[in-house]
T-cell receptor, first 111, second 111 residues
Framework: ELKVEQNPLFLSMQEGKNYTIYCNYS?????LYWYRQDPGKSLESLFV?????AVKQEGRLMASLDTKARLSTLHITAAVHDLSATYFC???????????FGAGTILRVKS | NAGVTQTPKFQVLKTGQSMTLQCAQD?????MSWYRQDPGMGLRLIHY???????DQGEVPNGYNVSRSTTEDFPLRLLSAAPSQTSVYFC??????????FGEGSRLTVL
């Protein structure tokens, strides 16, 4: 059974600081996704990583994928309050949209 | 494009009642799925479909029923609601990269 573990589950950051969220998974896959969810809202796709070594950046967020280590990271640079949300990683082990999600990381950016 | 549309957004049921959550997508995706979201547990797959007439069970299918008569629609039926089914339900459709696009969610309370 595929397990997807995020670390940390809760992160309180000061504005302007950098931090990384980690996503480990237990089976072979080279498809990994990051989503953002605001309270009471739907999930918004942030990054689609489809190969080993894939790196994508959008604004202050950068995601990478190491399929050999079964690890993805979401790096936050110079955090701002608007980044406060819950971030999920998800893995597609069967190459067919059946995503398995981590528990989510609640990010709070304090000014 | 509306994307993925779910109704209703909120529903309160009594134990033993049945209901249907509606989901429609206008992206011509073959893949559709239903997840439930509970605090601290991420999203868990209930049922999915890879095309009209084809459905299969996910991780937590008990107490739910689905059908897929058209590409666009994928309703989720609760047969006899139980308090354990109190949750937020998300419908999603998926494209060729494995990425999922989510509806706005349906918040269900079973008393």
């Amino acid at each position: 059974e595929l397990k997807v573990e995020q670390n940390p589950l809760f992160l309180s950051m000061q504005e302007g600081k950098n931090y990384t969220i980690y996503c480990n998974y237990s089976t072979t896959s080279d498809r990994l996704y990051w989503y953002r969810q605001d309270p009471g809202k739907s999930l918004e796709s942030l990054f689609v990583l489809l190969s080993n070594g894939a790196v994508k950046q959008e604004g202050r967020l950068m995601a990478s994928l190491d399929t050999k280590a079964r690890l993805s990271t979401l790096h936050i640079t110079a955090a701002v309050h608007d980044l406060s949300a819950t971030y999920f990683c998800a893995v597609d082990p069967e190459y067919g949209n059946k995503l398995v999600f981590g528990a989510g990381t609640i990010l709070r950016v304090k000014s | 494009n509306a994307g993925v549309t779910q109704t209703p957004k909120f529903q309160v049921l009594k134990t033993g009642q049945s209901m249907t959550l509606q989901c429609a997508q206008d992206m011509n995706h073959e893949y559709m799925s239903w997840y439930r979201q509970d605090p601290g547990m991420g999203l868990r797959l209930i049922h999915y479909s890879v095309g009209a007439g084809i459905t299969d069970q996910g991780e937590v299918p008990n107490g739910y029923n689905v059908s897929r008569s058209t590409t666009e629609d994928f309703p989720l039926r609760l047969l006899s609601a139980a308090p354990s089914q109190t949750s937020v339900y998300f419908c999603a459709s998926g494209g060729s990269t494995g990425e999922l696009f989510f509806g706005e969610g349906s918040r269900l309370t079973v008393l």
